[in-house]
């Protein structure tokens, strides 16, 4: 039986990662979960899980307030409470589903606590790659990504990682993978959030539109496998229908095929990668059945390019390049700034602001402060 600690336990990915426990009653407990100001999940969640110590809620006034109703259960706030909750629930697996820069910090402090690590949250790698990859060089806990793209790569190296030529990330492309760079300047929030293929959060979907998320994604994988941006590749994938694919210097291709449901790549994740699986191994992607591919158009995309800046200069570039697109998504879906605006932000902010190098995580979080200060300074005065 592994006991879980779920961080975002009211999100998308914390709801299928439930999903997938509540189907797994034998192998999993949960032992401890947040759910930020989602409160209204609690009770539910509890049901299910009679076994749960603690309880990480946003704010004090909640906090007060859910531990007179459970006093069984210990309860924290904000986001030291998300660390204290790693610390103390005992928990031996940390599934991290934060959004943003807020997941970092317990993603550090899991593995320093040689938790089992199931990474969902991008910015953990985004800005924190060097750090991550630093204790779990020294021997600290054990990192399982939940990215659909990532467990697919990792499955395929998993059957052959020798003579590896490229790793191919698949993309869908988002809502406006047809359209042509003149096209985009209209674009509103509403269209931007009618994913073609997924359902997901609101940023999240806002970053499949703009396609940041994929640029994460480049990123990630560089920390996660190893390969340089010159090795890493995104191919348009219409129907998201093959979750990614290695290539080998034979010509072959080894691809990971499947309906797109998260909760495959999560039910990976939980058993560390234990679980029964198949690729596809070809010589034409053509082959494949069920699907149609397309190519990557890097000057329909150009935010790709930031993946290249950030894996070759490193530093606090990954802070800088997460906050101002943090905060600039924040601001399109207020209707503050245009579509274009988001990319236009973020190279704007990796120009203007010094990345340090070899950081520590406070000067990550200072990064990423004064990140979000300029971005904030640039959506007011339009200077972008």
Same mark, same amino acid.
């Given at each position: 039986?592994?006991?879980?600690?779920?961080l975002g336990a009211s999100g998308s990915i914390g709801q299928q990662t439930i999903d997938v426990m509540l189907k797994n009653p034998k192998d999993f407990d949960l032992y401890a979960f947040s759910v930020g100001k989602r409160t209204r999940y609690?009770?539910?969640?509890?049901?299910?899980?009679?076994?749960?110590?603690? %309880?990480?809620?946003?704010?004090?006034?909640?906090?007060?307030? =859910?531990?007179?109703?459970?006093? +069984?259960?210990?309860?924290?706030?904000?986001?030291?409470?998300?660390?204290?909750?790693?610390?103390?629930?005992?928990?031996?697996?940390?599934?991290?589903?934060? %959004? /943003?820069?807020? +997941?970092?910090?317990?993603?550090?402090?899991?593995?320093?606590?040689?938790?089992?690590?199931?990474?969902?949250?991008?910015?953990?790698?985004?800005?924190?790659?060097?750090?991550?990859?630093?204790?779990?060089?020294?021997?600290?806990?054990?990192?399982?990504?939940?990215?659909?793209?990532?467990?697919?790569?990792?499955?395929?190296?998993?059957?052959?990682?020798?003579?590896?030529?490229?790793?191919?990330?698949?993309?869908? /492309? +988002?809502?406006?993978?047809?359209?042509?760079?003149?096209?985009?300047?209209?674009?509103?929030?509403?269209?931007?959030?009618?994913?073609?293929?997924?359902?997901?959060?609101?940023?999240?979907?806002?970053?499949?539109?703009?396609?940041?998320?994929?640029?994460?994604? %480049?990123?990630?994988?560089?920390?996660?496998?190893?390969?340089?941006?010159?090795?890493?590749?995104?191919?348009?994938?219409?129907?998201? =229908?093959?979750?990614?694919?290695?290539?080998?210097?034979?010509?072959? =291709?080894?691809?990971?095929?499947?309906? $797109?449901?998260?909760?495959?790549?999560?039910?990976?994740?939980?058993?560390?990668?234990?679980?029964?699986?198949?690729?596809?191994?070809?010589?034409?992607?053509?082959?494949?059945?069920?699907?149609?591919?397309?190519?990557?158009?890097?000057?329909?995309?150009?935010?790709?390019?930031?993946?290249?800046?950030?894996?070759?200069?490193?530093?606090?570039?990954?802070?800088?390049?997460?906050?101002?697109?943090?905060?600039?998504?924040?601001?399109?879906?207020?209707?503050?700034?245009?579509?274009?605006?988001?990319?236009?932000?973020?190279?704007?902010?990796?120009?203007?602001?010094?990345? %340090?190098?070899? $950081?520590?995580?406070?000067?990550?979080?200072?990064?990423?402060?004064?990140?979000?200060?300029?971005?904030?300074?640039?959506?007011?005065?339009? +200077?972008?």
């Amino acid at each position: 039986m592994m006991s879980v600690c779920l961080l975002g336990a009211s999100g998308s990915i914390g709801q299928q990662t439930i999903d997938v426990m509540l189907k797994n009653p034998k192998d999993f407990d949960l032992y401890a979960f947040s759910v930020g100001k989602r409160t209204r999940y609690i009770s539910g969640i509890l049901r299910h899980f009679p076994s749960v110590k603690a %309880v990480c809620v946003q704010d004090k006034k909640s906090y007060k307030y =859910y531990q007179k109703r459970y006093t +069984g259960i210990t309860f924290f706030f904000g986001d030291d409470g998300l660390n204290k909750l790693i610390e103390t629930s005992n928990a031996q697996m940390v599934v991290n589903a934060l %959004v /943003g820069f807020v +997941g970092l910090k317990p993603s550090i402090t899991a593995l320093e606590n040689n938790k089992i690590l199931c990474l969902a949250n991008k910015e953990s790698l985004v800005v924190g790659g060097e750090i991550i990859n630093n204790l779990l060089k020294q021997g600290k806990g054990k990192l399982y990504p939940i990215d659909s793209e990532h467990v697919a790569i990792a499955k395929c190296l998993a059957v052959d990682n020798q003579n590896v030529d490229k790793i191919i990330i698949t993309a869908s /492309g +988002g809502p406006f993978r047809n359209f042509k760079r003149d096209q985009l300047g209209d674009i509103t929030p509403e269209q931007a959030l009618a994913h073609p293929n997924w359902k997901m959060g609101k940023k999240i979907t806002i970053d499949s539109a703009t396609m940041v998320n994929k640029t994460f994604e %480049v990123i990630e994988a560089y920390y996660l496998f190893g390969y340089v941006f010159e090795q890493i590749e995104i191919k348009i994938n219409y129907n998201s =229908y093959v979750h990614s694919i290695v290539r080998y210097n034979n010509g072959t =291709y080894r691809a990971d095929v499947g309906k $797109p449901d998260m909760r495959v790549p999560i039910k990976y994740a939980l058993y560390q990668g234990l679980t029964s699986y198949q690729t596809v191994l070809t010589d034409n992607l053509d082959r494949i059945k069920n699907t149609t591919f397309g190519e990557f158009d890097s000057e329909r995309f150009p935010i790709i390019n930031v993946a290249n800046k950030v894996i070759k200069e490193k530093g606090t570039l990954g802070a800088i390049f997460n906050a101002s697109n943090e905060e600039a998504v924040r601001a399109f879906l207020n209707h503050q700034i245009p579509f274009l605006g988001i990319e236009k932000i973020i190279n704007a902010c990796l120009i203007k602001q010094k990345s %340090v190098k070899n $950081p520590t995580y406070e000067d990550l979080k200072k990064a990423d402060l004064q990140a979000r200060l300029l971005t904030k300074q640039m959506i007011l005065k339009g +200077g972008y």
